[in-house]
C-alpha cells in the first residue's frame, strides 16, 4: 500500500463524509493504492458510523488532543506515504496527487501552504483576520529563521510524509502545537521539505465551530518554538546581560565620571545582578541542549560535544570551587577592613567595592559547582 490518509475527527458528521470521497476519488484517478483513516477522537455525532459505510477505517483515539488522535491514525496506517488532513473539508482532498508525486521525487516531508506567502489561495471567510495577519505569519517567520525549515505556513494541517521519517521524529506535543513540531523536528533532522500551494476553503461544519482556540493554541506553539530553540530563549539573552554586567564593572570598579555621571557602588550592584541572572541564564541553555538531545527532543550538536569535552565536569568543578575561594577571599577583606574599624561605621563606597564583587564570584562558582554536577547527572547513561 502506497499511502494512507489519516484525518482526525471529533464530531464531523456534517463534512467527514465529502472528505473521505475526495480522497478516495483521488486516489482512484491517479491510481495511488492507498487507504482512508479516521482517528475517531471520541465523537458522539454517527461520524465514525458515517465514515465505516463509507469504506474508511475508523480508529478509536481515546486520549484527547489533535496530536493525540493524529499519532494514534498515523500508528494504525499501513502506507509507505502518510497524508494527514482535517475532516471539516476546509482541505481539498482532491489535492492529494501533487503531495504523492512530490514524496515518490524523494522528499521526506510535503507541506501544504495556504497564505499567498507560498503561493496559497485563501477563499472568503476560510481564515480568521488573526491567523491571517498576525499568527501564522509570525510563527512561519520564526520557523523560518530560527530552525531554517522551508516554508510559509507552519500551521497547515494538509501535509503528506514518509511514515518511517514521522517514526523517527519521535514527535511528543498532544494539541494544535504537534503540526509545527513536526515542521521544527523535521528542519532539525535535516529532512528533505518541500512546499506546494492549495487552497484552503470555508470549514463546512454547520452543528458546531472549529476545535482551534486562538489564545490558548498561539500560546502554546510560542512557548514549544521558545523551548526548542535555548539559545534564543536562554544562550543569547544570558550573553547579553554577561556583558552589560561586565561593561557595568569596567566603569564602576574604577569609579568613572562619563558626562557628568559617575557609577559607583550602586552601578557594582546592578552590573552584578546583570552577570548572575546572565551566568544562569548560559548555564540553564547548556543544561537544556544537553536534556534535550539525550531525550531524543533535538539531533546531536557537535558544538554542544566539542564544548563538552573542552570543558569537563572536573574543569567545571575546579572553576567554579576558584571562584567560591576568590570571592570569599574578597569578603573575607571586607570583613577585616571591619575590623580595623573596631566593627563600627565603614566607608560604604570603598567596602562595597570588595563585597558586591565578593558576592557575586562566590555567588558565580556556587552555580558552577551545582551545574557541573547536574550537567555529570543528564550525562548518565540510561539502561
Same mark, same amino acid.
Given at each position: ?244 554586567? /561586565? @561593561? !557595568? ?5 574604577? =569609579?568613572?565620571? #562619563?558626562? &557628568? ?6 552601578? *557594582? ?48 568543578? /575546579? @572553576? !567554579? ?5 576568590? =570571592?570569599?577571599? #574578597?569578603? &573575607? ?6 575590623? *580595623? ?43
Amino acid at each position: 500500500m502506497e499511502l494512507s490518509v489519516v484525518m482526525p475527527c471529533l464530531n464531523e458528521a456534517d463534512t467527514v463524509g465529502v472528505c473521505i470521497q475526495k480522497a478516495q476519488q483521488a486516489m482512484a484517478s491517479h491510481r495511488i493504492e492507498g487507504e482512508v483513516i479516521i482517528a475517531d477522537n471520541g465523537s458522539s455525532d454517527g461520524s465514525a458510523r458515517i465514515a465505516e459505510q463509507l469504506g474508511a477505517r475508523v480508529v478509536h483515539v481515546r486520549d484527547k488532543g489533535y496530536g493525540h488522535a493524529l499519532m494514534g491514525g498515523i500508528a494504525a496506517a499501513r502506507g509507505e506515504y502518510v497524508l494527514m488532513g482535517d475532516a471539516d473539508d476546509s482541505y481539498d482532498f482532491l489535492e492529494l496527487p501533487k503531495f504523492v508525486e512530490r514524496l515518490r521525487g524523494g522528499f521526506d516531508l510535503v507541506q501544504g501552504c495556504r497564505l499567498p506567502a507560498g503561493g496559497g489561495q485563501l477563499a472568503e471567510g476560510s481564515m480568521p483576520w488573526s491567523h491571517r495577519w498576525i499568527g501564522n505569519p509570525i510563527f512561519s517567520w520564526l520557523a523560518r529563521h530560527w530552525f531554517r525549515a522551508p516554508i510559509h505556513d507552519v500551521y497547515c494541517g494538509l501535509r503528506a510524509f514518509r511514515r518511517g521519517h514521522f517514526l523517527r521524529l519521535d514527535l511528543r506535543c498532544t494539541g494544535m502545537e504537534f503540526a509545527p513540531e513536526m515542521i521544527i523536528k523535521s528542519s532539525l533532522y535535516r529532512a528533505k521539505i518541500a512546499e506546494v500551494p492549495i487552497t484552503l476553503h470555508r470549514d463546512g461544519r454547520k452543528a458546531r465551530g472549529s476545535h482551534l482556540r486562538t489564545l490558548r493554541d498561539g500560546w502554546r506553539t510560542l512557548r514549544f518554538l521558545l523551548i526548542y530553540s535555548p539559545r534564543h530563549l536562554l544562550l543569547t539573552p544570558g550573553i547579553v546581560l554577561l556583558l552589560v554586567g /561586565l @561593561a !557595568g564593572y569596567g566603569v564602576a570598579m574604577p =569609579g568613572v565620571s #562619563l558626562w &557628568g555621571v559617575t557609577f559607583d557602588a550602586h552601578t *557594582l550592584l546592578f552590573s552584578s545582578l546583570a552577570l548572575i541572572c546572565g551566568y544562569q541564564s548560559v548555564l540553564f541553555a547548556l543544561l537544556t541542549k544537553i536534556f534535550a538531545i539525550n531525550e531524543g527532543l533535538l539531533p546531536p550538536d557537535p558544538k554542544v560535544e566539542a564544548f563538552s569535552r573542552l570543558v569537563s565536569v572536573e574543569r567545571g568543578l /575546579l @572553576a !567554579g570551587g576558584l571562584g567560591m575561594v576568590f =570571592g570569599l577571599a #574578597l569578603l &573575607g577583606l571586607a570583613v577585616n577592613q571591619w575590623r *580595623l574599624a573596631h566593627f563600627g561605621r565603614l566607608d560604604y563606597a570603598e567596602t562595597m567595592r570588595l563585597v558586591i564583587p565578593g558576592s557575586t564570584l562566590t555567588t558565580l562558582g556556587f552555580q558552577s559547582v551545582l551545574a557541573s554536577f547536574v550537567r555529570s547527572l543528564l550525562y548518565l547513561s540510561r539502561r
